[in-house]
């Protein structure tokens, strides 16, 4: 099974008791939020003003968020 490296990136709502998604990244990213996607969209500068939260965590071939990756054991 292959699997990639992605870093879930999500904030608290207003409240601050519901965490909500709201995208992976490819790797491992470092940031302190995350970066647009493409610099047209103008909406994603303000999420630099945000308190965001990452996980890092893998991404299987069915595209299901893995918290470790599978061992394959060899005997």
Do not use: F
Not at 2 to 30: F, P, Q, R, S
């Amino acid at each position: 099974m292959t699997v990639k490296m992605i870093t879930v990136w999500y904030k608290y709502d207003d409240k601050g008791t519901e965490a909500k998604l709201n995208h992976i990244e490819d790797g491992w990213v470092n940031g302190e939020y995350p970066k647009p996607i493409d610099p047209s969209y103008t909406n994603q500068e303000a999420w630099e003003k945000s308190d965001w939260e990452r996980k890092y965590a893998y991404l299987d071939e069915q595209n299901k968020v893995l918290s470790v990756p599978p061992a394959n054991w060899i005997k």
